[in-house]
């Protein structure tokens, strides 16, 4: 509430000083010589914080802005300019912080500093005010320099001089205090005498602009007077024409006309119409169409017509012609029958009030000027007509271009408008000549005739600008520069009596700031040992955990292996030692992947696909790798489903079996009875939840908080009796929160632990479920073709063996090369290899080398593609993408599994597919699709 006050009270505190400025604005524009306002925003922003005060500063510089015109404007441009003012304030406080923290300004660089943060961000407000200024048409070009100037000089003066006397009277500190009338009694006496000066010079501009749109206005006026004079001539001329020759033939009638429209007049038209005063006017008519020898011309009137007592009036000649008003009784029509009447009863001429043009409706309109043909007896027989067209008074502005102008009709009392261009509403003055912001007017009444007009004009502010500084520009330059050195000089003086307090102060200050710092460091280097202590601890347990776990499948593979190497060894007892070396090296690949998943995670380079997949099924597939493991260990696998069987969902299917398979296990790892629960369940807002439940032996509470946590188990005891190396959790944590979900665990000490996480996923459309299937099976034997020959480039001497035996067995003819040197002198001596297999890192010439010549060869003699397969053990996506960058076809990761090669072979020498010794079924599965969504 009490925010909310100061708010308040700071924005009529902005809107009295924003009117006070307006009065001092100089002529002609928006900018004033002062704006005491700015002044006090900063000052507001100083004390208050900006970030408290702004919507007060809003507030107040929007109503002054809005109420700048005669009314009130709700448009975007008042927020604009306030907005420009906020971020002014705001700006220059916050700069002038950085410099003097406390904005005590008692030392000469501060008072400096305070000076150039001011002059620095008062052109913000002027910069964003002119600027939309400009773009909305108030301001021309070159006058954009000079307002640009005013506005920003008017609010450097307002900063310069209200902002400390602001703080002075507002602040309650010492600092300030003491200062108070040292500081405030120069700057109002230098505000005061600015004040008077500036006056006298502004009274000066605005009776020098006022004198000279006055000769310009009375210019104006004088043209259409001559205009007047000249169509009141040729009128009255084609009426003497009409009196002398009767009767009046129309050849000479369209004679005068052409002869008249050579003179400067703005007619469109010429009439003549003969007065029929009595009855039958047809009869009548008829006759004098005959003694004319015209055309049967017959009288028509307008809709909804009253009789005339004077008689009928029918428009006869007509030049140039408009047959769409021949015979048209002027009588009939009220306005151009109130002319007639003036004409007739006064022998005078006389215009019309307004009048629509028939053959121009989407024109300006025109006025009917009528003048009297009188007989011999001194009575009105008919009536000459001239069409002023208005258009003709367009042509007569034009070299006006930038004066906006109206004429008005202020006959009989009311008021018509005849024509304007006005795009806002002209101010109501009593003297001849008005200037305000919006620029410079004139009004000047016009006597036409019968009609009283007045003509009113106004020249924008944008068209009132010059090139040149004016001598109010010079002045406050001048007094800003008097009142800088005098305000800069106040608060010197002021601050030389405290001075020295201030510095021991401020030298105590730093004292207790620097041990405080050094405090503060001692707690942290204390800190960071701790840490680096925990962390060489976490890390030598880990060592020591992997060390355990790398060396117990190694003892696999070298025991099994040393026993194959013994004499009478049958044939079951080998393919046991065999399983049991396949086994270990499973187990020991598993280890190095989930290292090489931790890396990429800690990297930020774990990256996760987009496919379509259906999660009962994923889920079903998972449980029943881990079935046969449950059932040997007496422990029931239930599967729960919540979720529609057939639901297909975009996700990364690969990753989610990782983590559901992790889950699984560290659930048949700790569970030595009961029951294991893998649910699914479908949330709302499109999550799935998935949870493995088991009856094992749950987990304490000071533990639980560990599991996620790298290098870490529940105790060191889980590592010695269930093995693990704790970065399993670490990974599935990682993994769902790029998926954008989360996990957690519930868990009681002896009766269980239930894991669960949920993830966001996509519902895939019915067009997307058409997408290719993610699975594909390799060919069967009956599909073999002849037998191929491969090139294998490997320099390690056991690769070479494992690779060329593979081979063997899946059919193929191999030769060997020792680096990549040798594989493209074979490659260029024969022509006959179908297929390379290529190491990358290679003494002599390593495998990127030699794939990049490969292709350079075959594409310079036209030689047909070889398909090269890249053999490495860097598993990286960096490494398959630089593969592909050297022309590479496909990628195999080391070490290297049959059925992977024989899937790699079938897709690069397709349709000519890989034969295997063990067995279609075996050979069959899962390929996964990248499918962007």
Known sequence: MRLLLTNLLLALVYLVAGKLGLLMSLPPGYATAIWPAAGIAFAACLLFNGRKVWSGILLGSWCVNSSIGPQWDLGILPLIIAAGSVLQAIVGARLLRKFDPHFEMDQPIRILQFSGSGLLACTIASSIANTALFFKGYLSADLLAQNFSTWWLGDALGVLIFTPLCIALYDKRPAWRERRWMVVTPLLLTFSSFICVYLFIRNSEIRQIQSQFATESITISQDFEQLDAVNTQTLSNLATLAQLVKPLSLPQFSTFVKQSNKAATSFRTFGWAPLLRHAP??????????????????IHRLANWQPNPLGVLPLTMISPPSPSVLGLDLLSEPRRAQTANAVIASHKVAISPKILLSDDLKGPGGLLMMAPVLSATGEVESIVTGVIDIRGWLKLMQQHKQVQWAILDLTEGKTEVIYSNFTKPFPSFQSSSQLDAMGVYYQQPLNFANRQWQLLLHKPTNALGGSTISASLVLLFCILTATAVLGNLALILSADRRRVAAEVE?????????????????????????????????????????????????????????????????????????????????????????????????????ELESLIFQPAELVQEVANLFRETAHQRGLQLDLLFDVPLHLSCWGDPYRLRQIISNLLSNALKFTSAGTI???????????????????????????????????????????????????????????????????????????????????????????????????????????????????????????????????????????????????????????????????????????YEASLQIRSWEQQFKRKHIPIIALTADAYQEDKERCQAVGMDDFLSKPISIHDLAETLQRCLSPRLASSILGNSLLTRPTRLKVSK
């Open 281 to 298: 006017y047809d009869h009548q008519y008829k006759q004098l169409q005959q003694t004319l020898n015209l055309n049967n011309i017959k």
């Open 506 to 606: 401020i030298k105590t200050l730093v004292l207790q700031q620097e041990m405080a710092i050094r405090k503060q460091q001692e707690i942290q280097l204390i800190e960071a040992k701790q840490q680096a202590e925990s962390a060489n601890l976490a890390k030598s347990q880990f060592l020591a955990t992997m060390s355990h776990e790398i060396r117990t499948p190694l003892n696999g593979v070298m025991g099994m292996a040393q026993l194959l190497m013994q004499e009478q060894v049958d044939e079951t007892e080998r393919l046991d030692y065999a399983q049991t070396i396949l086994r270990s090296g499973e187990n020991l690949l598993s280890l190095l992947n989930e290292i090489l998943d931790f890396s990429k995670v800690e990297a930020g380079k774990m």
């Open 677 to 847: 629960t893998l649910k699914l369940e479908q949330l709302e807002n499109s999550f799935l939840k998935f949870t493995v439940a088991d009856t094992g032996d749950g987990i304490d509470e000071l533990q639980i908080s560990k599991l996620f946590k790298t290098f870490s188990q529940g105790d060191g005891s889980i590592t010695r009796r269930y093995g693990g190396t704790g970065l399993g959790l670490a990974i599935c944590r990682s993994l769902i929160q790029l998926m954008g979900g989360e996990i957690g665990v519930i868990s009681q000490l002896g009766k269980g632990s239930q894991f669960w996480f949920q993830i966001p996923v996509d519902e895939a459309t019915d067009s997307e479920k058409r997408l290719p299937t993610q699975y594909q099976a390799l060919a069967t034997q009956a599909e073999q073709t002849k037998l191929q020959r491969i090139l294998v480039v490997e320099d390690n001497p056991i690769n070479q063996v494992v690779v060329l035996a593979m081979l063997a067995r899946l059919g193929y003819q191999t030769e060997l090369a020792q680096h990549g040197q040798e594989a493209l002198d074979a490659l260029k001596s024969t022509t006959s290899f179908d297929l390379v297999l290529m190491d990358c890192q290679m003494p002599i010439m390593d495998g």
